[in-house]
């Protein structure tokens, strides 16, 4: 899918000249961005594909993997040239020289991390939860996420060696679904034949495309990796290796969870379920506790929510500090020296949406707010090939980019119109905000 533009096979190749020490490693890179992407949409969301598909849940798996990867051979390209960017807004401004375009660009990443975060307590507070405590879903979504806020204000600190950990708990638990239904259909029960059964009536070309907009939402994160380019050790030869590694193994493992999903229990079962994944294991037999899985599900759920806000809470702040967004959103503790305000202000937005919006609903929003970032970065690659850098970086087949817009358009043609009202109304919101600071910083 790739070529290089030069050959980088050493250190000696880094750019140099950055504030930051350059101390991740391949390894380190890999799982960060593993952690990042495996997160806990998986968790929740196949019960809401087997609405869509059936029993075939690897499909859209699949096929949202292929479209993740056209975006990240894009970022791939651009992190590698420019080790130093700060990510998607950025590359925006560098490609397009337009302070609008950078804020939409921005301005949706935030958007969809604080709707993501929305539809994470939604998870939080469903089948999972409900194996520990019987609380109405709602108000325990809104309670988890003042929980999140106040850990946020407090100060959290985060390193890519404690991602490992997180990594590991996560990963832990989706193996124990593909290793409980192994067991079973090894006992001689399940049934292999759903995995390729559609709903009735469905057509399956319509119904994979439609569940591919959902599961995409389960790759989301690789993104992010953009923002530690200039802390990655010969990011040249050890970013593109690392981000393409990471996707395919969350992929693979994805659909296995999708076909051992399929063979324990019937479609109509699983789209029951906010827990779909506990019903699972429970269908297995192997005798894995409720309360083991449910906490495993449960600590993914909750620190893919935490680190999601911690994200959206620190780049609204930026945007503050820098005069996109009104400066009262700027404002922190005295002695934490947290963004309260941010912290306030997204957690609100957050609690407004986990009353508003389904957890289908919530994942597509995510998802078309994401696909007007990668639209922007795809394009970004293509118009940056005339600005040459002195330094060895990866570059991507023309092609790639190309039909990275392609998929995304795609993508977005398949959102429904209460989606795209969800994002009109997110971005309406940024804009409003955007014209008050700008008005303001001219007083």
Excluded at 36 to 50: F, H, Q, S
Excluded at 95 to 102: I, Y
Excluded at 251 to 269: F, K, Q, R
Aim: hydrophobic share 55%; charged share 10%.
């Amino acid at each position: 899918m790739t070529s290089a533009a030069k050959a980088h096979t050493s250190d000696s190749d880094e750019p140099t000249g950055g504030k930051l020490k350059r101390r991740i490693t391949g390894p380190l890179l890999f799982l960060f961005i593993l952690g990042d992407v495996l997160g806990a949409g998986i968790y929740a969301l196949m019960g809401v594909l087997a609405e869509d598909v059936g029993g075939v849940l690897w499909a859209p798996l699949l096929v949202a993997l292929l479209l993740a990867l056209l975006t990240a051979g894009s970022y791939a390209e651009l992190v590698t040239k420019y080790p130093k960017a700060g990510g998607a807004a950025v590359f925006a401004e560098r490609a397009f020289g337009r302070p609008a375009v950078s804020f939409l660009v921005g301005f949706c990443m935030l958007a969809a991390g604080v709707t993501s975060a929305a539809g994470l307590a939604l998870a939080f507070a469903g089948d999972y939860l409900a194996t520990f405590v019987d609380i109405p879903v709602v108000p325990a979504a809104i309670a988890f996420l003042a929980l999140v806020a106040c850990l946020n204000a407090r100060g959290i600190s985060e390193s890519v060696k404690s991602n490992m950990v997180m990594t590991v708990v996560e990963l832990t638990g989706l193996l124990i679904v593909v290793i409980a239904v192994s067991v079973m259909v090894g006992a001689g029960r399940g049934d292999l034949g759903r995995i390729t059964q559609f709903p009735d009536g469905a057509t399956p070309a319509l119904a994979i495309l439609s569940a591919a907009i959902v599961a995409y939402y389960s790759f989301v994160g690789f993104e992010t990796s953009a923002n530690v380019a200039e802390e990655i050790r010969n990011p040249s030869k050890v970013y593109p290796a690392a981000l393409f590694s990471a996707l395919i193994t969350a992929g693979v493992l994805y659909a296995l969870v999708g076909l051992a999903s399929a063979t324990a229990l019937p479609a109509d079962e699983l789209s029951k379920s906010s827990g779909p994944l506990l019903e699972v294991v429970r269908a297995s037999g192997v005798g894995v506790p409720d309360w083991f899985f449910s906490a495993v599900a449960l600590v993914a759920v909750a620190n893919g929510a935490l680190l999601t806000m911690i994200m959206a809470s620190r780049l609204t702040y930026g945007m503050a500090e820098h005069g996109l967004l009104p400066s009262v959103l700027g404002r922190v503790l005295p002695r934490r020296r947290t963004p309260w305000a941010a912290i306030v202000a997204t957690t609100a937005v957050a609690m407004l949406l986990s009353l508003l919006g389904d957890l289908s609903t919530l994942a597509e929003t995510v998802v078309l707010l994401l696909l007007v970032v990668f639209i922007s970065t795809n394009v970004a690659v293509l118009v940056l090939r005339r600005d040459q850098v002195e330094h060895p970086h990866f570059q991507v087949w023309t092609a790639v980019p190309v039909l990275g817009v392609a998929s995304c358009v795609l993508l977005l043609t398949q959102q429904t119109a209460t989606v795209w009202l969800y994002g009109a109304i997110l971005v309406a919101v940024g804009a409003v905000l955007h014209l008050v600071a700008r008005a303001a910083t001219r007083r």
